[in-house]
C-alpha cells in the first residue's frame, strides 16, 4: 500500500521566493496534518484538516503561510515569501479518523538560503 | 496542559546491550501513549502505542508498558542491533482527540 507522498522531497530556495510543498495523503484516510521539523522546537503542529475542512490552523507561524486541502487526496502548504528561518522539515501526515494512528510522509527537507 | 518528557540524548550502546529510553506524561484523563521512531532522513514510523492502562506494546524486540500510577511508558529492547539507531519520540493523544503530543526525541547510536 502506498504510504503518504511527499513532494518535493528537497527544496533550496531564497529567500523571498515562493515555496510550495505537496502531500497525497493515503487513500481512505479523512485526517490530514502538516507538521514542521527543527533542531529548535522539535516537531509543531501546523494545520489539521477533517474530511477537506481546515479544523485548527493555530500552528501556522504567521500569514506568510497558508495551507490548502482542495480534495481528500491533495494538499498544499505554501510559504510566500520565504525566509531563512523557515529552513526545516516539512511532514505531511494522515490518519482514518479522530483518534485513529496517524502515519507520516518522508518529509520534505526545505533550506532557505 | 499536556505534556512528554523524554530522556535526553544522545545515548550511545554497544550492539546486544540493553536499552531503556524513559518517557513521562502529564495529561488529563486516559491518553494513549505511543513510541515513533524516525531513521536518519526518514519520516516518523509507528514503533508501538498503548491505549489503556497496564497495555504493553511490543514491536520488533521493542517494549513499552503503560504505568498510570507512575505516568510512564518507558522503551525497553533486550538487545540493540546497529539497524535499530535513529530517533525515537514519544507521544500522547487524548482520547476522541485528534492532537498529539509528541517528546522532544532521543537520539540512539548503537556501536558494533
Known amino acids: 500500500d502506498a504510504g503518504v507522498i511527499q513532494s518535493p522531497r528537497h527544496e533550496v530556495t531564497e529567500m523571498g521566493q515562493e515555496v510550495t510543498l505537496r502531500c497525497k495523503p493515503i487513500?481512505?484516510?479523512?485526517?490530514l496534518f502538516w507538521y514542521r521539523q527543527t533542531m529548535m522546537r522539535g516537531l509543531e503542529l501546523l494545520i489539521y484538516f477533517n474530511n477537506n475542512v481546515p479544523i485548527d490552523d493555530s500552528g501556522m507561524p504567521e500569514d506568510r503561510f497558508s495551507a490548502k486541502m482542495p480534495n481528500a487526496s491533495f494538499s498544499t502548504l505554501k510559504i510566500q515569501p520565504s525566509e531563512p528561518r523557515d529552513s526545516a522539515v516539512y511532514f505531511c501526515?494522515?490518519?482514518?479518523?479522530?483518534?485513529?494512528?496517524?502515519?507520516f510522509g518522508e518529509g520534505s527537507w526545505l533550506t532557505v538560503v | 496542559g499536556d505534556s512528554v518528557t523524554q530522556m535526553e540524548g544522545p545515548v550511545t550502546l554497544s550492539e546486544e546491550a540493553f536499552l531503556t529510553i524513559n518517557c513521562t506524561y502529564t495529561a488529563t484523563g486516559y491518553p494513549s501513549l505511543f513510541w515513533y521512531v524516525q531513521y536518519p532522513g526518514e519520516g516518523l514510523q509507528l514503533l508501538l502505542k498503548?491505549?489503556?492502562?497496564?497495555d504493553k506494546g511490543s514491536n520488533k524486540g521493542f517494549e513499552a508498558t503503560y504505568r498510570k500510577e507512575t505516568t510512564s511508558f518507558h522503551l525497553e529492547k533486550g538487545s540493540v542491533q546497529v539497524s535499530d539507531s535513529a530517533v525515537y519520540f514519544c507521544a500522547l493523544r487524548r482520547s476522541g482527540t485528534y492532537k498529539y503530543i509528541f517528546g522532544t526525541g532521543t537520539r540512539l547510536k548503537v556501536l558494533a
Open positions: 498503548a491505549t489503556k492502562a497496564d
Open positions: 501526515a494522515s490518519s482514518a479518523g479522530n483518534g485513529d494512528t496517524i502515519y
Open positions: 487513500s481512505g484516510h479523512n485526517s
